[in-house]
Structure formats: C-alpha cells, structure tokens
C-alpha cells in the first residue's frame, strides 16, 4: 500500500496497483477524483483536479483494485498486423500481401515490401486511404450543409474520434479524424464525419447540433454504440 504522506506523487506517473497498470493524471476540469478506462493504451487512468489530490487518487485506486481488474482484464489483447492476414477498411477486406516495388493499395490487396517496416508501410496505406476517403466524406457533408469545405488531417488521438474547429476571422475551418476510423464499418466513419461537420454549425451537443447530425445521416444512436463497444479493438491494431 501507498502512504498519503510518505510518497508524493506527479503528473504523469505510471503505477502498478494489483499488478495492473494504472497512470495518475491531474485535469484542472475535474471536479472530483476519478478512474477512467485508456483503452487505447490498457491503463487505467486516475484523475484528480490538482496535484496535491493525486495521493487521494492513487488511494481511490487502491480501494477500487477489483473494479481496475475487471475493466482491463475484458480488454482485447493487441493485435499485430502480418502477411497473409486480412484488414478491414471501411468495411471491405484486403489482404496484406509481402510484394516488390512500392506500398500500394489494390482492389483487394494492401501490399509492401518484406523488411522490417512492412507492418508500418501497410499503416501509412490504411491513413493514406483514411484522408482520402474522409476527406471526400467531408466536402460531402459540408455541401449538404451549404458551407465551404474544411481542411482535413488525420492523426492517432487516444481519446476522441475527430474534432472540429469552425471557421473564424482569419481562420479557414479545420476538422482532424481518427485515422483509425477506416478501420470502422463506412456507415460508423461516415456518422463521424457528418457529427464534426455539423459542428461547422452548432459548436455545442444541444438539441440542433443533434438534428443536424440525423438529417446528414439519419439516427446517431447505432454508430455510437458501435464506436464504444469496438472502440478498443481498433485502437489495439498496429504494425
């Protein structure tokens, strides 16, 4: 057990509590001490709103180490992409194939050379695939919406699917995905793509932010549902 007062604790640090990963992080938003579940990296997180409440949240940890368990014990294991496996993009399968010349993408074949950066190679394709596919998604739905395109990015954020940042004097709009989101059913990624264009409109989750949302692409509720109980399974995909 960790002392209150004999051990001081920071922003940052990793801990083992139960023989389970657990990282300590303050979150001036907070108003409490928490736990949260990173699936993206199979930690638990514990959040406290200042650093001297950290000790307070290692202890909370401490007393809910059952609970910590449970959550990550159900987490899939990482799931390392090989030759001869198969990936979805949006749905549609490739296989991943070893081959001479360039990384391509094919009708049905994600390909690349045989050297130790294969596996990163076939991911550089799946985010290539991922800008290009959500980027057309985007003129799509901002079209529909009757404002100019944004500039697309994608990146590999841990904790949200996309975010939007409207347009302002000076400053075109801006939305960054998930690249990780190609790895999703189309009908999910598509959902996404029209929730951060419709913040183009409606900065907030109020009622007309969620009408713009079923008007892109009918009800939310079954894209949602699917990214929280897939979520972690796409995060645990690498090279």
């Not at 990963?21 to 930690?43: H, I, N, Q, T």
């Not at 395109?149 to 990146?155: E, G, K, L, Q, W």
């Amino acid at each position: 057990m960790f002392s209150r007062s004999a051990q001081r604790f920071s922003d940052g640090d990793r801990l083992e509590i139960g023989g389970w990963p657990v990282r300590l992080r303050v979150d001036g938003r907070a108003r409490r001490v928490s736990l949260r579940v990173d699936r993206a990296k199979s930690e638990i997180v514990a959040l406290a709103p200042t650093p001297r409440r950290l000790n307070e949240a290692v202890a909370f940890a401490q007393e809910k180490s059952r609970w910590i368990a449970d959550q990550l014990a159900a987490l899939p294991g990482r799931q390392v992409i090989a030759p001869g496996g198969t990936l979805r993009l949006l749905g549609k399968p490739y296989r991943l194939e070893v081959g001479a010349g360039r990384p391509r993408m094919t009708d049905e074949t994600l390909v690349a050379p045989e050297d130790s950066a294969w596996g990163l190679r076939i991911i550089r394709l799946a985010k290539r695939e991922a800008l290009s596919r959500l980027t057309e998604r985007t003129a799509h739905h901002a079209g529909a919406l009757q404002r100019p395109t944004p500039s697309v990015a994608v990146a590999d954020p841990k904790a949200r699917w996309g975010s939007c940042r409207p347009a302002r004097p000076g400053h075109p709009a801006a939305i960054r995905y998930s690249w990780r989101l190609v790895l999703a059913p189309f009908e999910v990624a598509d959902y996404v793509v029209a929730h951060e264009c419709a913040h183009l409109i409606e900065a907030n989750h109020g009622p007309r932010f969620w009408a713009l949302c079923e008007q892109l692409v009918g009800d939310p509720a079954p894209h949602r549902a699917w990214l929280r109980a897939h979520a972690a399974e796409l995060h645990a995909i690498s090279a």
